[in-house]
């Protein structure tokens, strides 16, 4: 008696619902057994890019004989160092070569040299075939930001850049 009492009920309440609301739902039968079987005629869709892209600084090519005689010529020049910005442009850089302790030499595409202290526990010989790095949103490589990767593994922090000035 309950069940032909709730039969009537739900009769009647499916009645009293306008066409309108009936209109605002579309009820199909899916191939996709995952799809909802009632929905509205508004359909979403979400589409997600991810787009990677690293970027290689390369050292500079050199045969291992020279490395002794290259390192001495670096080393007799004296350099001036002079502050900078926090960022570079990526885009501007060109190569790299390990310089004195904890630093890293790039050289842009201009023929500036720029110095970058690596962060703790950073040592510049690690990055002796080269750095990597992923680029940013903005296309900077910015100090307390972004890190240097070397092919040994290494990752490294940048503390600051300086503009380095032949004396």
């Not at 579309?26 to 057994?33: G, K, L, S």
Request: proline residues 5%; contains cysteine.
């Amino acid at each position: 008696m309950r069940i032909v009492f709730a039969i009537i009920l739900l009769a009647a309440g499916l009645t009293t619902v306008s066409q309108k609301a009936w209109a605002d739902f579309n009820v199909d039968m899916a191939h996709n057994p995952f799809a909802p079987l009632v929905r509205l005629n508004t359909e979403f869709d979400q589409v997600r890019i991810d787009q990677r892209i690293i970027i290689r600084l390369p050292s500079p090519a050199s045969a291992p004989a020279a490395v002794g005689a290259q390192r001495q010529s670096v080393a007799k020049l004296q350099y001036k160092e002079k502050k900078i910005g926090k960022c570079l442009w990526v885009d501007r850089l060109g190569g790299s070569r390990p310089g004195p302790d904890r630093t890293l030499d790039l050289l842009t595409r201009d023929g500036i040299l720029i110095r970058a202290y690596l962060g703790d526990g950073c040592l510049a010989r690690e990055f002796y075939a080269g750095a990597y790095m992923e680029r940013s949103y903005d296309g900077k490589l910015c100090v307390d930001r972004d890190l240097l990767h070397a092919r040994t593994g290494a990752k490294c922090a940048i503390d600051k850049f300086r503009l380095l000035i032949p004396r």
